[in-house]
C-alpha cells in the first residue's frame, strides 16, 4: 500500500485534478484507491459530485476526534462510496480551515493524519492526499504520513521559481519526521508543446533539479475539458475518455505503477 501526497504551495497548478485523474487511472489497473480530501475549499469534494455543505462528517471530525484521542471517529465513518466501485472518498468542507489552529497546541500535531490512516492502510492499494496550496500544518501532516510526495507544477516560470520553497519543506519533513518520505517526481501540468515558454521552463527545470528528482516524461496538457469534467462531478478518464488530456494521465499512471513496481 502507498501513501501519495499531492502538493504545491501555489494554487491552480492541477493538484485535483492529477488526484481524481490517477485515481481513476489505477481504478483501471484494478487497483483500490482512496481518495482523501485535505483542503477546506473541498475541491476535490466537488470534483466528485458531493456537495460540502450537506456532509455531516468530514476528514474534521476525525482529525479533532484523533487530536482530542476519544475514539468517537475514525476514518471509516466518514468515508463515502463513489461512482467507481474501486475509489472511495474522505470528503472535506470549510470546517477544515479550523484544523490549523486546533493542530498548533496538539501534542506530535504533525502526525496526526498518518495516525487516522493507521486503520484503513490495509485496505487500498493507494491513498491519495489532495492537499491545499499552503506549507502550514495541514500539509506537514500530510508529508509526515506520506510514503511519496508527487509535485503538480505548472509549465510556468513563477510557479517553477517556487519550488525550492516546497523542496526545503519536503527535505526538512524528511530529516526531522518522516525520513522514508520519497519524491515520486514532478509532473507537469497545464502544458502547450506550440509555446517556447512552456518548453523553455520544462527544460530549465530538468536542467536544475533532474539529476536529483524524477521529472516525469509524460505531460498534461491545457484544455477545456480539465475545466468542464469538476462541474459534471467526474474526472477527466471518465468526462472526455479520449481527450489528449485523458490520454496523458493514462500514460502518467503508467509511469506511477512502474516506479511503485
Known amino acids: ?19 481524481t485523474a490517477l485515481a481513476q487511472g489505477l481504478s ?51 468515508t463515502l462510496k463513489t461512482d467507481n466501485p474501486n475509489i472511495d472518498l474522505v470528503p472535506a468542507n470549510i470546517e477544515l480551515s479550523q484544523a490549523q489552529l486546533d493542530l498548533v497546541n496538539a501534542f506530535t500535531r504533525e502526525l496526526m493524519l498518518k495516525e ?21 500544518l495541514l500539509t506537514i501532516n500530510a508529508l509526515s504520513a506520506a510514503d511519496s510526495v508527487l509535485i503538480p507544477l505548472q509549465a510556468d516560470f513563477l510557479a517553477m521559481k517556487g519550488l525550492t520553497l516546497l523542496l526545503t519543506t519536503i527535505i526538512r519533513v524528511q530529516d526531522r519526521i518522516n525520513p522514508s518520505l520519497e519524491i515520486l517526481g514532478i509532473l507537469f501540468t497545464m502544458t502547450s508543446s506550440r509555446t517556447l515558454h512552456s518548453r523553455e521552463v520544462i527544460q530549465v ?57
Open 116 to 136: 487516522m490512516l493507521q486503520s484503513v492502510r490495509k485496505d487500498y492499494d493507494f491513498i491519495l492526499v489532495d492537499c491545499l496550496p499552503s506549507l502550514g
Open 28 to 78: 483501471e489497473h484494478d487497483k483500490r484507491v482512496l481518495l482523501i480530501d485535505w483542503d477546506p475549499q473541498a475541491s476535490l469534494t466537488v470534483s466528485l459530485g458531493v456537495n460540502p455543505d450537506s456532509l455531516e462528517l468530514t476528514c474534521y471530525d476525525v482529525l479533532t476526534s484523533t487530536i482530542r484521542n476519544n475514539g468517537h471517529f475514525s476514518i471509516r465513518d466518514v
Open 205 to 261: 527545470t530538468k536542467r536544475a533539479f533532474g539529476d536529483r528528482i524524477k521529472v516525469f516524461d509524460t505531460t498534461i496538457p491545457a484544455s477545456v475539458r480539465f475545466k468542464e469534467a469538476p462541474a459534471a462531478g467526474m474526472s477527466i478518464l471518465t468526462y472526455a475518455p479520449r481527450s489528449d488530456g485523458a490520454e496523458a494521465y493514462r500514460s502518467f499512471t503508467e509511469e506511477v505503477l512502474h516506479e511503485k513496481s
Open 1 to 19: 500500500m502507498t501513501v501519495i501526497c499531492i502538493t504545491n504551495q501555489k494554487g491552480g497548478v492541477g493538484k485535483t485534478t492529477t488526484a
